[in-house]
């Protein structure tokens, strides 16, 4: 039972609380640079760099398909109100341009994967010969570069923060270089006759060049294509071949193919990979460190390291 006194700090506290709620967010919100990321990896990049400067909106939030993705008119005003609005470029995007022609944006359009060379998507399967692999983030080397390229074009749009986008900057690209030691260290337990892997989509190719892992997929670097038989028909006999020790489902794609490929053939399920997208607050994968994290730590598992 509560007595009056008790009954009074309780509202007491409560009445500050919506004090604070109603007046210092609303503050900050208008002081705050106005971004859009395109997908939710990229808007962790600009969220660590940008702080409290920068209020961040992603457009494919999390566990979302970016290949596939369909603004929507709050997407366009979004994208009509922001300063900056960062992409990954390398044909991730291919809703982009009708999405900012539509919005009639000002905002400048930041390539957050300048500076990197670019993958062929072609690996072995027909229909990617002409493509470029997107994925480029599942390198935590080319993560420090989209996280260079966002501090500068932070600091272009907005030099006041200069000082504080360089000292976020410098503080996360430091985590991610303890963090590429440790996917390294993980990987190296594995014996390398081990590393061979399918997942369902092409989006681990960055990953496997960098960490000495073979990744074959069913559908290319895109999900956007069906997949034919021939091509399933085509990976069940190279993980037969190869003797493919596990195969991946993936966050933002259909298990249902990765179940039939082991349903035939002796590999094992190993667990679901993150690619394209964050997990939601349920998931174990919030932060772009958490999902390589959680990746490499799948493998290591499934692989047997
Ligand atoms: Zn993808």
């Known amino acids: 039972m509560l007595t009056r006194r008790q009954c009074f700090g309780r509202g007491a506290i409560l009445a500050a609380a919506t004090t604070v709620l109603l007046t210092v967010p609303a503050r900050a919100q208008e002081t705050r640079l106005k971004v859009i990321a395109s997908f939710s990896i990229l808007g ?17 939030g999390p566990n979302g398909n970016a ?5 929507s008119p709050a997407d366009a005003k979004a994208v009509a109100d922001a300063s900056l609005v960062f992409v990954n470029g390398l044909g991730f ?29 072609a690996g072995d399967r027909d229909h990617d010969h002409d493509k470029v692999d997107p994925h480029a983030w599942q390198s935590v080397a080319n993560a420090k570069i989209y996280v260079a390229n966002v501090r500068d074009a932070l600091i272009a749009a907005d030099p006041a ?5 360089e000292a976020n900057a410098s503080a996360y ?14 990987i190296d337990r594995v014996p ?47 993980i037969r071949k190869e003797k493919v020790a596990a195969v991946f489902l993936e966050n933002v794609t259909d298990p249902r193919l990765v179940r039939q490929i082991a349903a035939e053939t002796s590999a094992k399920i190993g667990g679901t990979l993150y690619s394209d997208a964050l997990t939601d607050a349920k998931g174990d994968a919030t932060s772009y460190i958490d999902l390589i994290r959680h990746n490499v730590r799948e493998l290591a598992d499934a692989l047997g390291a």
């Open 44 to 60: 962790d990049f600009v969220r660590n760099v940008g702080g409290d400067r920068v209020a961040v909106r992603d457009l494919v």
């Open 67 to 71: 290949h596939v993705f369909e603004p």
């Open 93 to 121: 995007e291919g809703w982009l341009d009708r999405l900012v022609k539509a919005s009639g944006t000002k905002a400048a359009i930041v390539v957050a994967t300048k500076g990197i060379k670019p993958r062929a998507g």
């Open 161 to 165: 923060g200069k000082a504080a986008y």
């Open 173 to 186: 690209l430091a985590k991610l270089d303890a963090l590429d030691q440790e996917v390294r260290a993980t």
């Open 192 to 238: 390398p006759e081990r590393r061979r892997v399918v997942t369902s989509h092409n989006a681990f190719g960055y990953f496997g060049e960098a960490y000495d892992v073979v990744f074959t997929a069913p559908q290319g670097v895109s999900t956007e294509a069906e997949t034919s038989a021939r091509d399933v028909a085509a990976i069940i006999s190279q």
